[in-house]
Every structure is written in C-alpha cells, then in structure tokens.
C-alpha cells in the first residue's frame, strides 16, 4: 500500500502505508486485483483496484513487517465494505495538526489532484478552519499528478504575499512531491519555488509536462501524442525529461514501513525550523 486516503474505508480499517496485500478473500492478489487505467509511456508507480459488487464486503490479509518470527504472526485481515467517496473528500479528511513541540502544532494537507476549480475553494476552506488555522506552519502534500492551470494558480494565490488582501496563508509553508508528481502539479513545484512559496521537500518530479492526446489507430490501439509546449506556464524553463528538484532529497522506502512517511516527517523537521527561525527573527511569515 503507497497511501491510505483519509476518510476511506482502508484508512478507518486501519490499513498503514507500506503493508503487503497477502490475499483477497480465498484469492491470492494476482487473481484478483485489476490495474487502474495507466500512461505505460510515462513510468512510475502503478495503481491497482478490487472490484466488489455494491453491498458485498470483501476481505483483505496483509502482512505489515518484513520479517517475523514466526510465519504467519505478523499477518492481519481487514473487512472492507464499498461506498460512494472521491479524493476530495480524502483532502478534506486528511487535514490535521501534530504537535511537534512543546504549544506548537505544524499542519498538513494532502492534495490528491488539482483537476477541478473547487479544490482551491476547499482548501482555502481548510487552511482558514481549525485545526489548520490554529497551526504555526502547514505542509501541502501534492504528491501525483493531474491539474489544469486555472486551479494551480487558485491554490499558489492562497500563498501570495502580493495578492489583494494578502495572502490567506502567511505563515510558513512546506511542499512535498515525489517521482509521481507529475503534469500540471509540477508547474506548480515550479512556481512554488519561484514565486518563494516556501521550501520543497521529497524526490525529483517525473519530468512529464508536455500536454498531450491520445489519437486512434486502425488496430484499434492509441498513440499518445504530444502537443502543447506547457513553458509558457513555467516562465519559459524547459521541465520535460527534468522535472523539479526538491530543496531537500529525501529517498522513499515504501515496503513495509508501518506507516512512517520519510518525506512528511522531513517536511515537519525543515518547517519546525522554518517556523522556529521567523520567531527569533520577530517575523511572522514568508520562507525567504
């Protein structure tokens, strides 16, 4: 498991990121478990489904730590019963606070996809809402890919210094992206960095930005085609086959982590510090 969503039935069950999926039902995963719609030709992690008829449970085993003493004992299984949800949902649910020292909280959000123009709304709903509103700092996970301009510019505008009104969010800010952010998310890793947003924590993007189509062919397959040059949205600088450097490295280990997330945990660090710093400096907000 790469994530558990907030508010889906994985995460209320109790499913941890880095747990192995051992069996479905009576089935083993290869027999059962189906891969999601795919871009072959960009790489990366691939996601998978169970399907699970409306009103029918199904249930899953999984083993959680790599090595056990004995075979058998570190497995667990887990009733899941389907229901209407999407990942905005998921962003709502996933905003939370952790105190990372003594009176101060960091919080955190997690932006599944910035495909639709409500999701600037929701989360300038969330940033100005307990407990996020009560945090020193917050770190925005937009770890994946898929975006259209209109809302990346929604979202950076909640962070704008320069906006009318001021920014929304002045306090400090960290962004997380991994080698699966990719498309119109890494404009906005781009333009985080360069509008001086705040710090970029996780691994190098994916470096596919080109927009592109898929044209039809006699066989009845079909080509992905690219057609849009993006650099207009990226100041000019060239992303494709490059994608966005972080500010600080931090390698994944994904199989069998227990839960532990390395590039949040970075993230918390670098934006304790970030926080800690403006306070010594009597400044309130901004990175830079």
């Known amino acids: 498991m790469s994530e558990t969503p907030g508010g889906s039935p994985a995460a209320e069950a109790g499913i941890l990121r880095g747990d192995r999926l051992l069996r479905v039902d009576d089935f083993s995963p290869d027999e059962v478990v189906r891969p999601c719609p795919w871009d072959v030709g960009l790489g990366g992690r691939r996601s998978y ?3 699970a008829a409306s009103g029918k449970s199904v249930v899953l085993a999984f083993q959680r730590k790599r090595t056990c003493s004995r075979p058998g004992w570190d497995s667990y299984s887990v009733t899941l019963s389907p229901r209407p949800w999407n990942l ?4 709502r649910a996933s905003a939370c606070s952790k105190e990372v020292a003594p009176g101060m909280e960091l919080g955190y959000v997690r932006l599944h996809h910035v495909l639709t123009d409500d999701v600037p709304l929701v989360l300038q709903e969330i940033l100005a809402s307990p407990p996020i509103s009560e945090a020193s700092g917050v770190v925005l996970d937009i770890r994946g890919h ?3 301009p209109s809302a990346i510019d929604g979202v950076l505008e909640l962070f704008d210094r320069n906006a009318r009104g001021g920014a929304l969010w002045g306090r400090p800010a960290a962004l997380v992206v991994d080698s699966e952010t990719r498309s119109a998310k890494e404009i906005l890793a781009w333009r985080w960095r360069n509008e001086r947003r705040g710090p970029i924590v996780g691994t190098r993007t994916r470096g596919a930005v080109l927009g592109s189509r898929y044209v039809p062919l006699h066989d009845g397959s079909f080509m992905q085609l ?4 993006v650099r207009v949205l990226s100041g000019g600088a060239r992303l494709e086959g490059k994608g966005v450097v972080p500010d600080f490295v931090v390698p994944d280990d994904l199989p069998y982590a227990e839960g532990q997330d390395p590039l949040i945990e970075k993230a918390n660090a670098v934006l304790l510090e970030k926080v800690l710093e403006e306070r010594r400096r009597g400044r ?5």
């Open 226 to 229: 690219a057609w849009l040059d």
């Open 284 to 288: 309130t907000h901004g990175w830079y």
């Open 88 to 91: 905005v949902l998921a962003m």
């Open 49 to 51: 489904f169970v399907s």
């Open 146 to 148: 898929g975006g259209l």
